[in-house]
C-alpha cells in the first residue's frame, strides 16, 4: 500500500514513501532522444466527470513528458491536487480519478528540463493566496528568465529551499498566488504574465474558473476545444479528439483564456510575434494533430517526399526507423519510386522504465526497442529514413545491426537538419559538446565526418528551407534556432540558464533560508490510505 497525505490545502502527496525512479530509455550507449517538457490540459464542464476527461487528456499527451503526472480537480469550494512519479497510467486508478469530484480541472505529464526529477517538481504546481483560496498550475516550456523571476519571489519571502522544489513552474506559481492576495486570480495573472521571458503554455485554475496562457511568441502549441456542456484545452488537438471535444481554434499568442460560468474571456497581456517550434511538426507532436492549421502527419509526409527530391539515394528498399520516421519514409519513397517496406519491429513496451537495466541487459542497446525483419532487408540496398540525429550512438548501432543482419548498403536519410544548437525553450536536447553535428566548420565537412562516425554508406538531410516549406508556415513565424542558431527570445548568461539552475541559486544562498508563510501555514495533515 502506498501512504499518502491530506494537507488542509487538500494537496496529496506521498509521506513516508520512497519515491518511484524514472530511469533513461534503453538507448546505445546512454544515447537521450529529443524530449518534450511537458503537457498540459485543462477542462471546465459542470455535470461531467472532469477528473477522468483530465486524465484521458493526459494519456493522449504521454508522449510530451514521462517522468510524472498530476491532476488538479476544482468543486467551488476547494481544489485537490493529486501528484506523483510516474507515467499517467502508473500514478492514477479508478479509486482515486473516482474521489476528485468537481467542474474544472488541470492536469500535467512532465519532462524536465529545469528542476529535477522528484515529486516537489511534478505539477500541477498548487499554492495558496493570501485570501485562502487554491491555485493549481501547469506549464509547458521553459523560461528564460527564471533566476531573476526567482529572485523576486525571494525577495518577496514567498520562494525558498524549504519548499524543495527546483522549476521555473513553482516559480510562477508563487509569483502568480503572491499577485492574487488583493486582486482576482485573471487580474494577477494579467499583472504577471508580460514579466515571464521564454516558451510557456499555462493552464491554471482556482476553484471555480479555468485559465489558459500562451507565451507571445508562441513556442509551444495550445488549442480550445467544446464539449457538449464544456471547454477544453490541451497541448495538441490529438487530446482535444480523445475525450470528444470540438477543435475551436488554436490559443493566440500573447493571449490570455478564463473560462467559467460566463462563458470563454479572452485577454491580450502581449503583443503576438509568433515563432512556433519547427520540431514539433519534425518530432515532438502526435501525427494526429494539428498545428496552427497544418495536419503535422501531412507536413512529416511532404517532408520525405522533399527529403527525397534533395538527397536522392539509389536503393531497394525504404524503411523506417519507427515510429517518428515513419511518415516521411511514406513520403520519401511515393517520391523516389522505391518500394516502402516494414524492416525494423519496435517493442511499443520499452521506452522509459524504472527498472535499471544490468550492464548486460545495457550491452543489447538499441536492439531492446527495435528488432530487424532479416527475411525482409537481407541482400537489400537501404534507405533507412529517421527524423534527426543527436548524438549519432542509436544510429551507429542502428546500422550495425541492419549490416549484421544482411543489409548490403545502408543509406540514411534524416528528415529534419543536423541539429547544431541546443534549445532553451522547452526541449531537452543534449549540451552543445555532445552535439555530433555542433561545431563542424562546413556542412559539406560535417555530413561527411557524421557519415564515417555512424558507419553509413551515404548521408542526407533535408535543409531548413525545405522544413519550413513543408509547414506551409512562413518563415518568419517559426523558430528553427536548434537548427539555425538563431534564437528568437533573448537569451541571457549561461549561469543564469540551465536545468539546474534554481537548485545552483539555493544551494549557493543556503544561509538564506526562507520558509514561505504561504505553505508553512499548512501543518495539519491528516494520513489517507490507497490500495
Request: net charge negative; proline share 5%; hydrophobic share 40%.
Given at each position: 500500500?502506498?501512504?499518502?497525505?491530506?494537507?488542509?490545502?487538500?494537496?496529496?502527496?506521498?509521506?513516508?514513501?520512497?519515491?518511484?525512479?524514472?530511469?533513461?530509455?534503453?538507448?546505445?550507449?546512454?544515447?537521450?532522444?529529443?524530449?518534450?517538457?511537458?503537457?498540459?490540459?485543462?477542462?471546465?464542464?459542470?455535470?461531467?466527470?472532469?477528473?477522468?476527461?483530465?486524465?484521458?487528456?493526459?494519456?493522449?499527451?504521454?508522449?510530451?513528458?514521462?517522468?510524472?503526472?498530476?491532476?488538479?480537480?476544482?468543486?467551488?469550494?476547494?481544489?485537490?491536487?493529486?501528484?506523483?512519479?510516474?507515467?499517467?497510467?502508473?500514478?492514477?486508478?479508478?479509486?482515486?480519478?473516482?474521489?476528485?469530484?468537481?467542474?474544472?480541472?488541470?492536469?500535467?505529464?512532465?519532462?524536465?528540463?529545469?528542476?529535477?526529477?522528484?515529486?516537489?517538481?511534478?505539477?500541477?504546481?498548487?499554492?495558496?493566496?493570501?485570501?485562502?483560496?487554491?491555485?493549481?498550475?501547469?506549464?509547458?516550456?521553459?523560461?528564460?528568465?527564471?533566476?531573476?523571476?526567482?529572485?523576486?519571489?525571494?525577495?518577496?519571502?514567498?520562494?525558498?529551499?524549504?519548499?524543495?522544489?527546483?522549476?521555473?513552474?513553482?516559480v510562477i506559481g508563487a509569483l502568480l498566488a503572491h499577485a492574487a492576495a488583493d486582486k482576482t486570480l485573471e487580474q494577477a495573472a494579467l499583472e504577471l504574465l508580460p514579466d515571464l521571458r521564454g516558451a510557456f503554455c499555462l493552464t491554471f485554475q482556482d476553484e471555480n474558473t479555468l485559465y489558459a496562457a500562451r507565451d507571445p511568441h508562441g513556442i509551444r502549441p495550445l488549442s480550445l476545444?467544446?464539449?457538449?456542456?464544456?471547454?477544453?484545452?490541451?497541448?495538441?488537438?490529438?487530446?482535444?479528439?480523445?475525450?470528444?471535444?470540438?477543435?475551436?481554434?488554436?490559443?493566440?499568442?500573447?493571449?490570455?483564456?478564463?473560462?467559467?460560468?460566463?462563458?470563454?474571456?479572452?485577454?491580450?497581456?502581449?503583443?503576438?510575434?509568433?515563432?512556433?517550434?519547427?520540431?514539433?511538426?519534425?518530432?515532438?507532436?502526435?501525427?494526429?494533430?494539428?498545428?496552427?492549421?497544418?495536419?503535422?502527419?501531412?507536413?512529416?509526409?511532404?517532408?520525405?517526399?522533399?527529403?527525397?527530391?534533395?538527397?536522392?539515394?539509389?536503393?531497394?528498399?525504404?524503411?523506417?526507423?519507427?515510429?517518428?520516421?515513419?511518415?516521411?519514409?511514406?513520403?520519401?519513397?511515393?517520391?523516389?519510386?522505391?518500394?516502402?517496406?516494414?524492416?525494423?519491429?519496435?517493442?511499443?513496451?520499452?521506452?522509459?522504465?524504472?527498472?535499471?537495466?544490468?550492464?548486460?541487459?545495457?550491452?543489447?542497446?538499441?536492439?531492446?526497442?527495435?528488432?530487424?525483419?532479416?527475411?525482409?532487408?537481407?541482400?537489400?540496398?537501404?534507405?533507412?529514413?529517421?527524423?534527426?540525429?543527436?548524438?549519432?550512438?542509436?544510429?551507429?548501432?542502428?546500422?550495425?545491426?541492419?549490416?549484421?543482419?544482411?543489409?548490403?548498403?545502408?543509406?540514411?536519410?534524416?528528415?529534419?537538419?543536423?541539429?547544431?544548437?541546443?534549445?532553451?525553450?522547452?526541449?531537452?536536447?543534449?549540451?552543445?559538446?555532445?552535439?555530433?553535428?555542433?561545431?563542424?566548420?562546413?556542412?559539406?565537412?560535417?555530413?561527411?565526418?557524421?557519415?564515417?562516425?555512424?558507419?553509413?554508406?551515404?548521408?542526407?538531410?533535408?535543409?531548413?528551407?525545405?522544413?519550413?516549406?513543408?509547414?506551409?508556415?512562413?518563415?518568419?513565424?517559426?523558430?528553427?534556432?536548434?537548427?539555425?542558431?538563431?534564437?528568437?527570445?533573448?537569451?541571457?548568461?549561461?549561469?543564469?540558464?540551465?536545468?539546474?539552475?534554481?537548485?545552483?541559486?539555493?544551494?549557493n544562498s543556503a544561509a538564506d533560508e526562507i520558509a514561505d508563510p504561504l505553505t508553512t501555514a499548512n501543518d495539519n495533515v491528516s494520513a489517507v490510505m490507497r490500495p
Amino acid at each position: 500500500m502506498t501512504e499518502l497525505s491530506v494537507h488542509s490545502s487538500n494537496l496529496v502527496s506521498p509521506s513516508g514513501t520512497e519515491p518511484r525512479r524514472d530511469g533513461a530509455p534503453f538507448d546505445d550507449e546512454h544515447e537521450i532522444e529529443p524530449r518534450e517538457e511537458c503537457g498540459v490540459f485543462g477542462v471546465w464542464a459542470p455535470g461531467e466527470d472532469v477528473a477522468k476527461l483530465t486524465y484521458y487528456g493526459l494519456y493522449a499527451l504521454q508522449h510530451r513528458g514521462q517522468e510524472a503526472a498530476g491532476i488538479a480537480v476544482g468543486d467551488g469550494a476547494q481544489v485537490l491536487v493529486f501528484k506523483d512519479l510516474g507515467l499517467v497510467s502508473q500514478v492514477f486508478d479508478e479509486q482515486t480519478l473516482g474521489s476528485m469530484a468537481g467542474h474544472v480541472a488541470v492536469g500535467h505529464c512532465r519532462y524536465s528540463t529545469t528542476g529535477s526529477t522528484s515529486w516537489e517538481n511534478s505539477q500541477p504546481i498548487f499554492r495558496h493566496t493570501a485570501a485562502g483560496n487554491g491555485v493549481a498550475l501547469g506549464h509547458n516550456g521553459n523560461l528564460v528568465n527564471t533566476a531573476e523571476l526567482a529572485q523576486r519571489a525571494r525577495e518577496l519571502r514567498i520562494y525558498g529551499r524549504s519548499e524543495g522544489a527546483s522549476s521555473d513552474s513553482d516559480v510562477i506559481g508563487a509569483l502568480l498566488a503572491h499577485a492574487a492576495a488583493d486582486k482576482t486570480l485573471e487580474q494577477a495573472a494579467l499583472e504577471l504574465l508580460p514579466d515571464l521571458r521564454g516558451a510557456f503554455c499555462l493552464t491554471f485554475q482556482d476553484e471555480n474558473t479555468l485559465y489558459a496562457a500562451r507565451d507571445p511568441h508562441g513556442i509551444r502549441p495550445l488549442s480550445l476545444g467544446r464539449l457538449d456542456r464544456g471547454w477544453v484545452v490541451a497541448s495538441e488537438t490529438a487530446a482535444l479528439d480523445i475525450v470528444g471535444a470540438s477543435f475551436v481554434r488554436d490559443i493566440e499568442p500573447g493571449e490570455l483564456l478564463a473560462i467559467d460560468a460566463d462563458g470563454v474571456r479572452s485577454t491580450r497581456f502581449a503583443e503576438p510575434t509568433p515563432k512556433g517550434c519547427i520540431f514539433e511538426y519534425v518530432y515532438l507532436a502526435r501525427p494526429d494533430s494539428v498545428i496552427n492549421g497544418r495536419s503535422v502527419h501531412s507536413t512529416r509526409v511532404d517532408i520525405g517526399r522533399r527529403l527525397a527530391r534533395e538527397e536522392p539515394a539509389v536503393g531497394d528498399l525504404v524503411i523506417p526507423v519507427p515510429e517518428s520516421g515513419t511518415p516521411a519514409a511514406v513520403g520519401y519513397a511515393q517520391e523516389s519510386g522505391i518500394p516502402y517496406g516494414q524492416g525494423l519491429m519496435k517493442n511499443a513496451y520499452v521506452g522509459r522504465t524504472f527498472i535499471q537495466p544490468s550492464q548486460t541487459i545495457r550491452q543489447l542497446g538499441i536492439r531492446l526497442k527495435l528488432n530487424p525483419l532479416k527475411e525482409v532487408i537481407r541482400g537489400k540496398k537501404l534507405v533507412v529514413v529517421d527524423d534527426s540525429i543527436v548524438r549519432g550512438n542509436t544510429q551507429r548501432a542502428l546500422i550495425r545491426m541492419l549490416r549484421e543482419a544482411g543489409a548490403a548498403e545502408v543509406h540514411v536519410r534524416i528528415a529534419s537538419s543536423p541539429v547544431r544548437w541546443p534549445c532553451f525553450y522547452g526541449i531537452d536536447f543534449a549540451s552543445p559538446a555532445e552535439l555530433i553535428a555542433n561545431g563542424m566548420e562546413s556542412e559539406e565537412s560535417m555530413v561527411e565526418g557524421i557519415r564515417q562516425a555512424i558507419g553509413a554508406d551515404s548521408l542526407g538531410y533535408l535543409s531548413v528551407d525545405q522544413m519550413v516549406a513543408a509547414t506551409q508556415q512562413p518563415a518568419s513565424a517559426l523558430c528553427a534556432a536548434c537548427f539555425d542558431g538563431v534564437y528568437p527570445i533573448e537569451l541571457p548568461h549561461e549561469t543564469s540558464m540551465g536545468k539546474a539552475v534554481l537548485e545552483t541559486m539555493m544551494k549557493n544562498s543556503a544561509a538564506d533560508e526562507i520558509a514561505d508563510p504561504l505553505t508553512t501555514a499548512n501543518d495539519n495533515v491528516s494520513a489517507v490510505m490507497r490500495p
